[in-house]
C-alpha cells in the first residue's frame, strides 16, 4: 500500500486544520504504514519530579498515529481515536520526545497501530501504546 501524503503536505495540514499545536509536533520521517514525530517538550508539559508528564506522551502517541494514519489514507481531518491504551515505561527525561508510530492493519473504517515513545537521547522506550482509529467513511 502506497501513502498519499508527502511529508511536506503533511505540515502544511496540520498547520492548517490544527493551528493551536503549530510548532508543537514536527513530522520527522513519513513511510509507508509508519511515522515518526518529535513533540517540542515545554515547561507546561512537565510534571513535579523533573519529567514529562502522561498526558504530554498521550497527546504525542495520538498525534504519531494520526499523522500516520492519515499519510495513508490522505487528509480526512475526522479521522478520530477510538481506543487508546499506553503503558508508561520508564521515566522520561525532560526534553523532546520522539514518537515511532507504525500501522499493523488499515482497514476501509478502522486503523489500528502502535506507537513507541522516547526520550530524545534514548534507545529505550519511555512508553507504549496502541490505538485504533476510526476512518469516515467515503
Do not use: W
Amino acid at each position: 500500500m502506497q501513502q498519499k501524503m508527502t511529508l511536506d503536505q503533511m505540515h502544511s495540514f496540520i498547520d492548517e486544520v490544527f493551528p493551536q499545536v503549530r510548532g508543537k509536533f514536527q513530522v520527522l520521517d513519513l513511510a509507508p504504514m509508519t511515522a515518526s514525530v518529535r513533540m517540542h517538550v515545554d515547561a507546561a508539559d512537565l510534571r513535579p519530579g523533573g519529567t514529562v508528564s502522561g498526558p504530554a506522551m498521550f497527546a504525542l502517541a495520538d498525534v504519531a498515529f494520526y499523522i500516520a494514519t492519515l499519510a495513508m489514507i490522505g487528509p480526512k481531518a475526522l479521522t478520530v481515536t477510538t481506543s487508546c491504551n499506553i503503558n508508561f515505561m520508564r521515566k522520561p527525561a525532560p526534553g523532546d520526545l520522539l514518537a515511532k508510530a507504525r500501522i499493523l492493519k488499515l482497514g476501509r473504517s478502522l486503523s489500528v497501530g502502535d506507537v513507541e515513545l522516547f526520550s530524545k537521547d534514548s534507545e529505550k522506550p519511555v512508553a507504549h501504546a496502541s490505538l485504533t482509529y476510526s476512518i469516515p467513511p467515503k
